[in-house]
């Protein structure tokens, strides 16, 4: 990761230029921040500690909690500082390595969607065939296949980006290290950079997202088609209805900044969008998750009176 670079460090210029909105903004983040860790928390805990919670479902959406508590900690908690401080300074390895962890765990929780959809279809749509198809060894091939997938497609971005020359201003326009702002600062040709970025990344963001629409097509034609029980029918839509609110809040975001034109984005416009599926997403899931899902609340409710 050898690089020819006079740049030794980055100020990140975080979420506003406004300073008297800092204390504002650290209050809310701080406090999403802490709904994400403690939701997300319990969910794993649960799933881990709960014996009726070990099946398909619940061993993937413990892989999401985990998700999403690492996904949101590799940059709030630089956020949160910076907002206090006067010196916004990240260092050009540490800058790298967020940019790393930042797509490594993105990408995972990106291509773990699917999977969960792909779950929901197996048990709606053939029940039956279930614990043969969606058994645990397979479940686990799947895991750990998507997060070394998320990984390498994060080593081939930290790579190519430390590669680059830095040799002018160093101030990036975002509240933390990514591909887009850093090659802004760029001296060298960075069109091979962009084109992984657009390609990719590209990839990576709309193949998830097409195989969960799939999914969520044939599980709707299949229960319009073959279910007359309207009870029946409900209880399936219900199942999926909290996967589908996540999908929906974090491809949203991450579809209109990689896979828009470089040419036509915002810098403000992606600080906004990037706060959506970094900071206010991985909060959002545990709720979603908790509040429309009777098993997980039953636990929970469960966890909390022996607590108590």
Known sequence: ???????????????TDIQELNPILFAIFFTIYFVNITGNGAILMIVILDPRLHSPMYFFLGNLACLD???????????????????KAISFLGCITQ?????????????????????????????????????HQLCVHMTVTIWIMGFLHALLHSVMTSRLSFCGPNHVHHFFCDVKP?????CGNTELNLWLLNTVTGTI????????????????????????????????????ASH????????????????????GSSLDQDRIIAIMYSVVTPALNPLIYTLRNKEVRNALDKKVRRLF
């Open 244 to 263: 589908f609110m996540v999908v929906f809040l974090f491809y949203a975001p991450v579809l209109f900044i990689y896979i828009r034109p470089t040419s």
């Open 205 to 240: 963001a709309l193949t998830p997202f097409f195989l969960t629409f799939l999914s969520y097509f044939y599980i709707i034609t299949y229960l319009l088609l073959k279910t007359r029980s309207c009870t029946m029918l409900h209880k399936a839509l219900s199942t999926c």
């Open 1 to 15: 990761m050898s690089n020819q670079t006079s740049v030794t460090e980055f100020l990140l210029l975080g979420v």
């Open 182 to 186: 850093l090659l802004d600062l760029a």
């Open 99 to 135: 940019l790393h962890f930042f797509h490594f765990l993105g990408s995972t929780e990106a291509m773990l969607l699917p999977v969960m959809a792909f779950d929901r279809f197996v048990a709606i749509c053939r029940p039956l065939h279930y614990p043969v198809i969606m058994n």
């Open 69 to 87: 508590i690492c996904f949101s900690s590799v940059t709030v908690p630089k956020m949160l500082e910076n907002l206090l401080s006067t010196s």
